[in-house]
């Protein structure tokens, strides 16, 4: 059995709301054109790549959501695109498509993962004339005295307020013994983790509750396997309810344990219900989903670049995307779906709005 760094949570506990002292959004360079008179037409110089992260373009999640956003960009304004797949996971084999792509005439490249953080160090001094994009690529990433170079924009995200957001509704929807479940404890996970943790303590403080557990585990990859579903086995058999499964494909670990005894799954990333209906071979697993704007932060961005000629509202910048409407959750960058989160009386889509904006109200403080 692999070693897990695992922690048991009795809650309520006293810990600070990381919706309310979280790093303020940065939604300057992500742009509204709905009350433009005419779309410009798109650039037809420009020709898009996308580069795989660890899994491919059917990964249903990280990078088959880049992916989605930029063919349908791509087909909406007839630009030429095509998507390169690294031959292994490592940094050489990244930059290799990246090269790959740049030399075969692509000039905007884009990039899902923290881990093309050294790929990126290594080739956008080169290619200065390619227009970079990276999504969930801190200045952490890049490494300690990289300069954010002018043909480079990032964008991250707030993950601890729509994985607080998860938790705060799992315990309102009457939950009392939840569970997380980490893939690798990367800065992203750690955040959804952690603002899942102070979400489900938010909850059970307010409705008065002193029994409510949490287990928390990172298991160290982004995949489900038979080691895992052991230890997830062990959690839903011991009364655990719901577990959080925080790691692209790892949860099929956590839905294989959560069939066997009628136990709830929460998604990340992108609305995962159904992929996670199809992997179970059955509906209603799946209690939400802690999801930030893959989508249409790339689709966004192309569209103010390509079409617009904005890339100096973005270029050098790492710009992090969180709550920007109080009014719609629909169109912040973190939140959790509204079509298919299974609301009840403990917990509405009236409730879930007001959430939405008491915490917009404390992170405009």
Same mark, same amino acid.
């Not at 601890?160 to 938790?167: I, Q, R, V």
């Given at each position: 059995?692999?070693?897990?760094?695992?922690?048991t949570?009795?809650l309520?506990?006293?810990?600070?709301l990381?919706?309310?002292?979280?790093q303020k959004?940065d %939604?300057?360079n992500?742009?509204?054109d709905t009350?433009?008179?005419?779309?410009?037409a798109?650039?037809s110089?420009?020709?898009?790549?996308m580069?795989? %992260?660890?899994g491919?373009?059917?990964?249903?999640?990280?990078?088959?959501?880049?992916?989605?956003?930029?063919?349908?960009?791509?087909?909406?304004?007839g630009?030429?695109?095509?998507?390169?797949?690294?031959?292994?996971?490592?940094? /050489?084999?990244?930059?290799?498509?990246i090269?790959?792509?740049?030399?075969?005439?692509?000039?905007?490249?884009?990039?899902?993962?923290y881990?093309?953080?050294?790929?990126?160090v290594?080739? /956008?001094?080169?290619f200065?004339?390619?227009?970079?994009?990276?999504?969930?690529?801190?200045?952490?990433?890049?490494?300690?005295?990289?300069?954010?170079?002018?043909?480079?924009?990032?964008?991250?995200?707030?993950e601890?307020?729509?994985?607080?957001?998860?938790?705060y509704?799992?315990v309102?929807?009457?939950?009392k013994s939840?569970g997380?479940?980490?893939?690798?404890?990367?800065?992203?996970?750690?955040?959804?983790?952690?603002?899942?943790v102070?979400?489900?303590?938010?909850?059970?403080?307010?409705?008065?509750?002193?029994?409510?557990?949490?287990?928390?585990?990172?298991?160290?990859?982004?995949?489900?396997?038979?080691?895992i579903?052991?230890?997830?086995?062990?959690w839903?058999?011991?009364?655990? @309810?719901?577990?959080?499964?925080?790691?692209?494909?790892?949860?099929?670990?956590?839905?294989?344990?959560?069939?066997?005894?009628?136990?709830?799954?929460?998604?990340?990333d992108v609305?995962?219900? /159904?992929?996670?209906?199809?992997?179970?071979g @059955?509906?209603?697993?799946?209690?939400?989903s802690?999801?930030?704007?893959l989508?249409?932060?790339?689709?966004d961005t192309?569209?103010?670049?390509?079409l617009?000629?904005?890339?100096d509202?973005?270029?050098?910048k790492?710009?992090?995307?969180?709550?920007?409407?109080?009014?719609?959750?629909?169109a912040?960058?973190?939140?959790?779906?509204?079509?298919?989160?299974?609301?009840?009386?403990g917990?509405t889509q009236?409730?879930?709005?007001?959430?939405?904006?008491?915490?917009?109200?404390?992170? /405009?403080?």
């Open positions: 059995m692999k070693k897990f760094l695992a922690l949570l009795a309520v506990m006293s810990l600070s990381v919706a309310c002292g979280g959004t %939604d300057t992500q742009t509204d009350n433009q008179a005419e779309e410009p798109a650039d110089e420009y020709k898009i790549a580069i795989t %992260d660890y491919d373009i059917t990964d249903q999640s990280f990078n088959q959501t880049t992916y989605e956003a930029c063919k349908a960009f791509s087909d909406d304004n630009l030429e695109f095509s998507y390169f797949k690294p031959a292994g996971d490592s940094t /050489a084999d990244r930059v290799a498509m090269e790959k792509a740049a030399d075969e005439g692509y000039n905007v490249i884009v990039m899902p993962g881990a093309f953080g050294g790929a990126i290594e080739t /956008a001094p080169k200065s004339d390619v227009k970079f994009i990276a999504l969930d690529v801190s200045a952490g990433d890049l490494g300690d005295g990289f300069e954010v170079p002018d043909n480079l924009y990032c964008a991250v995200y707030q601890e307020l729509c994985g607080y957001m998860a938790g509704a799992a309102k929807m009457g939950y939840l997380f479940l980490g893939g690798m404890a990367v800065p992203a996970v750690q955040r959804y983790g952690y603002g899942f102070q979400g489900v303590d938010a909850a059970a403080a307010e409705m008065g509750l002193t029994d409510v557990t949490l287990n928390y585990v990172y298991g160290g990859q982004f995949f489900g396997d038979a080691d579903t052991a230890v997830m086995d062990t839903y058999q011991s009364g655990t @309810e719901v577990v959080f499964a925080c790691g692209g494909g790892i949860y099929t670990s956590v839905v294989d344990a959560a069939k066997k005894v009628g136990g709830k799954v929460i998604g990340v609305d995962q219900s /159904a992929n996670i209906a199809e992997y179970a @059955e509906d209603g697993l799946t209690l939400t802690a999801m930030k704007g989508y249409p932060t790339t689709y192309l569209t103010d670049v390509v617009n000629g904005n890339w509202n973005y270029k050098g790492i710009a992090t995307l969180g709550l920007i409407s109080g009014d719609d959750p629909t912040n960058y973190v939140q959790i779906p509204m079509d298919t989160t299974q609301w009840g009386d917990f009236d409730d879930y709005k007001a959430m939405v904006k008491d915490m917009y109200r404390r992170e /405009a403080w």
